[in-house]
């Protein structure tokens, strides 16, 4: 069955830094990864979709890759902001079905 | 457009009674998934609907739970007998259709279901 872990489980960043949330899944044999935010009593809102043959995707600030070989996908936050303090959840799709890590909540300081 | 809706947004209920929980697609959206999230967790794949083919149930924890979907439309999950462990938050979403890489997903804001 596949496994997802996010490291770190939280993080606290001062407003401006960059900063590396990673995602790291046990079964390579994936149709995409999806990188999601969830705000508080929110449901999920998607922000990048990599699909499986590709390495990167980058929206606005975000950067997201994947190395489906070694099982890792990081999202790179650039000049970070108030307003990015969230929960980011990972999912991997294998054969249609959802795997979801247990997410990073950021923070970020004013 | 409209996006994905639950409803109701909270429900609070005894230990033993049962639950109906509601979702309304994207309209055209042929996939439809529930998943269950416990506080401070990631997300548990419950069931999805695809068109009109077999639903794949294979995530539901017991059967207690069951899921019904007509057609392209609507879907209720509900919780029979509900025990103290059932308290978590509901999603559902859905995607325009299915098949390598084309799913992305539009989440509800969920239902919060606590069990007394």
């Known amino acids: 069955k596949q496994e997802v872990t996010q490291i770190p489980a939280a993080l606290s960043v001062p407003e401006g830094e960059n900063l590396v949330l990673n995602c790291s899944f046990t079964?390579?044999?994936?149709?995409?990864l999806q990188w999601f935010r969830q705000d508080p009593g929110k449901g999920l809102t998607s922000l990048l979709l990599?699909?499986?043959?590709?390495r990167e995707q980058t929206s606005g600030r975000l950067n997201a890759s994947l190395d489906k070989s070694s099982g890792r996908s990081t999202l790179y936050i650039a000049a970070s902001q108030p307003g990015d303090s969230a929960t980011y959840l990972c999912?991997?799709?294998?054969?249609?079905?959802?795997?979801f890590g247990s997410g990073t909540k950021l923070n970020v300081k004013p | 457009g409209a996006g994905v809706s639950q409803s109701p947004s909270n429900k609070v209920t005894e230990k033993g009674k049962d639950v109906e929980l509601r979702c309304d697609p994207i309209?055209?959206?042929?996939?439809l998934y529930w998943y269950r999230q416990r506080l401070g967790q990631g997300l548990e794949f419950l069931i999805y609907f695809q068109g009109n083919s077999a639903p794949d149930k294979s995530g539901l924890p017991s059967d207690r739970f069951s899921a019904e979907r007509t057609g392209e439309s609507v879907s209720t999950l509900t919780i029979q007998r509900t025990q103290q462990e059932d308290s978590a938050v509901y999603l559902c979403?859905?995607?325009?259709?299915?098949?390598?890489?084309?799913?992305?997903?539009?989440f509800g804001p969920g239902t919060r279901l606590t069990v007394l």
């Open positions: 309209s055209g959206h042929t996939a």
């Open positions: 979403a859905s995607s325009p259709e299915m098949g390598q890489g084309k799913n992305t997903q539009y």
């Open positions: 999912a991997v799709n294998n054969f249609n079905k959802f795997y």
């Open positions: 079964d390579s044999a994936i149709y995409n």
């Open positions: 990599i699909q499986s043959s590709q």
